[in-house]
């Protein structure tokens, strides 16, 4: 079988946790670890016996797909020189940081014929759970996605809406469409110089309503989703694993059998997409109404706050 030569662009937290996942795929071969810095890179890539680099233009030209997670303010640009370097690139979310260069970056991938993923694993979380398989269209969507600092500031160069709120901007538009028609949103400043508390509430072209809350600045950690459906509602929180649906639809919360590895599943779909044996489980174009909302959502919430 052809390998898929696969390099790993960040050599922090989630690219450790990416490089894993290459040096252990049948369908790969894991050509090691680009950082900018190069003792950091070296230092992931020899745990899987593979060499890193400071030189991220040389280390394009060795590997035919690459995976991204360094910080997001880097993801776009790092992003859009792979596709020219015509590799196949998974993108850690966000996918950019404007809609505008979101959509340019997924048409340029499209228009090279490269496959261009984003790291949305809540979607596989969400849909092994059952609750992407609804087949009704929510009246209202309500998030809580709270914690404490990321250790070292992680993250740190862009707000809370980027960092977290994002995933359940993703599912939002998954649920409710990728046409919203009006936004409200505040936040705060805590311990950052950009937005470490958000709350947003979208109004959809559907007539579905949205309203997302994330915290990075947050004592007590809190992560439930309240969907209310015209046939019932559905209230989960996914810390305590506990599920009260009202709902005809079968909706789970114990789905560690079947989805054991929500990164690795993602992964493993990245793998084969670029391989040609399967669809890409989260296209670029489908990531780009949440970047198109998150914009919407901070620009909103520094208008308050700047008034």
Request: net charge negative.
């Amino acid at each position: 079988m052809t390998k898929l030569k696969v390099g790993v662009a960040g050599a922090g937290v989630f690219g450790n946790y990416h490089a894993q996942k290459a040096a252990a795929s049948a369908r790969t071969e894991f050509m090691g670890v680009y950082d900018i810095d190069q003792q950091r890179a070296e230092r992931v890539a020899s745990t899987f016996g593979a060499p890193g680099t400071s030189d991220y233009r040389a280390f394009l030209d060795m590997c035919d797909a690459i995976v991204i997670a360094v910080p997001a303010t880097f993801h776009e640009p790092l992003a859009r020189e792979a596709v020219e370097a015509h590799c196949h690139v998974l993108v850690e979310k966000p996918l950019a940081l404007s809609g505008k260069a979101a959509r340019n970056l997924a048409d340029e991938a499209a228009a090279r014929g490269r496959i261009l993923q984003v790291g949305h694993q809540e979607r596989f979380v969400a849909r092994a759970m059952g609750v992407l398989t609804i087949e009704e269209t929510p009246l209202l969507i309500e998030s809580v996605r709270a914690g404490p600092p990321a250790p070292e500031n992680r993250a740190g160069d862009v707000s809370v809406i980027w960092d977290l709120m994002i995933h359940d901007l993703d599912l939002a538009a998954m649920m409710l469409g990728t046409e919203f028609t009006g936004v409200m949103a505040s936040g705060s400043r805590v311990h950052s110089r950009h937005l470490d508390e958000a709350s947003a509430q979208f109004t959809y072209a559907s007539g579905g309503v949205a309203r997302l809350r994330a915290s990075r600045a947050s004592d007590v950690r809190e992560r439930t989703m309240r969907v209310v459906y015209p046939s019932g509602e559905i209230a989960i929180d996914f810390l305590t694993r506990k599920l009260q649906n009202s709902t005809p639809y079968d909706v789970r919360v114990d789905i560690a059998a079947d989805l054991p590895d929500p990164l690795g599943a993602a992964d493993e779909g990245f793998y084969a997409a670029c391989l040609g044996l399967a669809r890409s489980p989260v296209p670029a174009h489908g990531a780009v109404a949440a970047v198109a909302m998150a914009e919407a959502a901070e620009a909103a919430a520094l208008a308050k706050i700047d008034a």
